[in-house]
């Protein structure tokens, strides 16, 4: 899906698989291999060796073990020593995919793989989860939030970051999902924004890899628009810029618009599938329940590209509080 997103908004991709797999997990069953480290290696050093490497962006998500975190690690170092002269040439945004809602699923040994690489990247996402593994903090309302940025910020140094999936008590009464982001300054101070959206009743599989996806795009869009900053180091806005004002703040308001409206068209496609079904007995059969209700929720992407490429941005950043 990630790569499909770039494509669908002019980016040149080298895709590095890390899995090939029949389907997404979301079926609850799939056939396929997991890519090793040294294939993943492998892959990139083909790639130099064509003279094809000259890349000014990284995308990382899911990786299957320690070791393949730790080569993907490596082909971004190195990526990012090539363009050394030349600041913010080269830019790594990285997805620490690790697990959700409390559970790890991957191997033990992948978090501590995270947290050695976390500190190289220009800009992380991870989820709340996520971000409670890497932080060490638990996160259980807004103060406990801040204080797992401010140590993301401060530990690791991470220019950027953004946390999806949050669920806390004190975001309201109303079925909504907020996404918290910050841009660090120049004495490792958080600037933290916040965006809420309304929440859509349906379970969807694929969205982590269209949010990182619309993030590469538009965050580079975003910088892009204001003077100078292409060519500062890891796109570090002065500190005289509030955090509503980032440009990590604008990519994500655009990157909510179009996931929202993509994934409300969908679940409009998904009622009218499931409608078909309407008085079956599933009893005994719950396994076809799940693969139609999985099929019926596959994100709309192919029919929506508009939605990817002109969304109308109803939600704005506010300042976290």
């Known amino acids: ?57 990284m995308l990382s998500g899911y990786l299957p073990g320690a070791a393949s975190v730790e080569a993907v690690g490596t082909i971004a ?57 890497l932080s060490g903090v638990k996160i259980v309302d807004m103060e406990t939030l801040k204080a797992a940025i401010v140590t993301l910020h401060e530990e690791y140094r991470i220019p950027h970051i953004v946390v999806t999936s949050i669920t806390l008590p004190a975001l309201g009464a109303l079925p909504s999902l907020s996404v918290v982001g910050s841009t660090i300054t120049s ?49 570090v806005s002065g500190d005289e810029v509030e955090a509503t004002e980032l440009p990590l703040a604008k990519a994500c308001e655009k990157v909510l618009a179009s996931m929202h409206e993509v994934l409300t068209r969908t679940k409009v496609r998904r009622d009218e599938e499931l409608e078909k079904y309407k008085g079956v007995d599933w009893e005994g059969d719950e396994k076809r329940k799940r693969l139609v209700e999985s099929k019926a929720a596959e994100v709309r992407l192919v029919r929506n590209l508009d939605c990817l490429r002109h969304p109308d941005v109803k939600f704005r950043a506010e300042r976290f509080s």
């Open 1 to 57: 899906m990630a790569t499909y997103v770039m494509q669908s908004l002019g980016c040149e991709v080298a895709a590095l698989n890390t899995v090939q797999f029949s389907n997404h997990l979301g079926y609850g069953q799939a056939k396929g291999t997991r890519a090793t480290a040294q294939e993943i290696t492998d892959l990139y050093t083909g790639l130099e060796e064509s003279g094809l490497s000259s890349f000014q962006m």
């Open 77 to 133: 170092r190195d990526l990012k020593y090539k363009a050394t002269m030349e600041p913010g040439n080269f830019f790594w945004v990285l997805d620490p995919v690790m697990g959700d809602n409390g559970k790890l699923y991957v191997a033990e040994d992948v978090p501590p793989a995270y947290k050695s690489l976390v500190r190289d990247a220009d800009l992380i996402l991870p989820n709340q989860f996520e971000a409670e593994t």
């Open 187 to 235: 004495t490792a101070e958080p600037r933290i924004f916040e965006i809420k959206i309304p929440a859509i009743d349906c379970f969807f599989s694929g969205t982590g890899d269209m949010f990182a996806a619309l993030m590469l795009v538009r965050l580079r869009e975003a910088v892009n628009n204001v003077e100078g900053l292409m060519k500062t180091k890891s796109w």
